[in-house]
């Protein structure tokens, strides 16, 4: 079985359906991509391993259930989601961000973690005591990253972090993406709008266009002119 299991997962806000009947599956150590235009689903399917959002259907990671766990418990079970729109605590230095990230383990694991977070992103050591609400937006998504390491998660769900970064910046930013799936061996779910960059990181990619499941496929085997035309 793979490690990450949804199947047949429909998703819905009040009675607003916004996930319909979608199934997919993540190996261990597989970096997958959701790609879709605004609206198709994407946050809505981390949000839905996450336990953020009530589904039918059943998501198993691991050979464990997450169907019925609270959000807390799927933390617990080594899932970190880095939401859309980072989700730092501005009013809180850099330092202490992370620390929150690490919530649970002692001390000295702490430190640990923190300075192997540190190693794979120099800029945030360097910054280490500033709030994180007067960092650059690269920067900010690049603690949110690292505070979702701090975790040491068996799942990383990333949802768009190019969201509002210069070309530049989200170059840097999928760099250490790149860098930290290569270092850690991660299973990541990336949802994320720009086709290009999700592409060059992911195994496999999963195209959902209003809330459906369109398309499925090696990274190699889909035509990035393809998948535009299902993100027009
Ligand atoms: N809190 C909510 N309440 C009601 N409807 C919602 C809520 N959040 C999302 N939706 C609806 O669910 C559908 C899927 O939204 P979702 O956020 O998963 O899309 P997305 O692919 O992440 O889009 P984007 O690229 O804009 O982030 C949309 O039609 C959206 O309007
Ligand atoms: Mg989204």
Known sequence: ????????????????????????????????????????????????????????????????????????????????????????????????????????????????????????????????????GTLSGGEQQMLAIGRALMSEPRLLLLDEPSLGLSPRTTSDVYELIQRTIRERDMTVVLAEQDVGYAMEVADRAYVLQAGYVQDVGPTEDLQVSLVNQYLA
Do not use: C, W
Request: hydrophobic content about 40%.
């Open 1 to 132: 079985m793979s490690f990450l299991v949804m199947d047949h997962v429909s998703a819905r806000y009040g009675n607003i359906p916004a996930l319909f009947d979608a199934s997919l599956s993540v190996e261990r150590g597989e970096t997958i991509a959701l790609l879709g235009a605004n609206g198709a689903g994407k946050t809505t399917t981390l949000r839905s391993i996450s336990r953020m959002v009530r589904t039918s259907g059943r998501i198993v990671l691991d050979g464990r259930d997450l169907s019925r766990l609270s959000t807390s418990d799927v933390a617990r079970a080594g899932v970190a989601h880095v939401p859309e729109g980072r989700g730092t605590l501005v009013e809180l230095t850099v330092k202490e961000n992370l620390v929150l990230g690490g919530y649970g383990a002692r001390r000295k694991e702490i430190r640990r973690r923190m300075s192997e977070v540190f190693d794979t992103l120099p800029r945030l050591a360097e910054r280490q005591d500033q709030r994180a």
